[in-house]
């Protein structure tokens, strides 16, 4: 069974930085499309960050520039480097696994960013 426990959330300021880390437990993270997603207050959850197999990466316009996915295989790790951040990046970041045929998706608990301005 597949476990993911996102951290590295917590309060920063307008223009600031965190990193987020996902950890996965199980087997098959190699094998797996990470990516990354976000629900602020009130709002629908929405995609932010993917990173794919073979290393190719996506981002959402809103964050384009300022974030980067990255993904370390040999620890079973996502991470998202969240740079020049804005009071509208505010919201739970949640990490999402999809793996296998037929696919099988996988969410973590989620972890709190609040920016200040």
């Known amino acids: 069974q597949v476990q993911l426990v996102e951290s590295g959330g917590g309060l920063v300021q307008a223009g600031g930085s965190l990193r987020l880390s996902c950890a996965a437990s199980?087997?098959?993270?190699?094998?797996?499309?990470m990516g990354w997603f976000r629900q602020a207050p009130g709002k629908e959850r929405e995609f932010a960050a993917i990173?794919?197999?073979?290393?190719?990466?996506y981002y959402a316009d809103s964050v384009k520039g300022r974030f980067a996915i990255s993904r370390n295989n040999a620890e079973n790790t996502v991470y998202l480097q969240m740079n020049s951040l804005k009071p509208e990046d505010t919201a739970v970041y949640y990490c999402?696994?999809?793996?296998?045929?037929?696919?099988?998706?996988?969410w973590g608990q989620g972890t709190q960013v609040t920016v200040s301005s």
């Open positions: 999402k696994m999809v793996i296998g045929r037929p696919l099988n998706e996988y």
């Open positions: 199980g087997r098959g993270f190699s094998r797996a499309n």
């Open positions: 990173e794919y197999i073979g290393g190719s990466t």
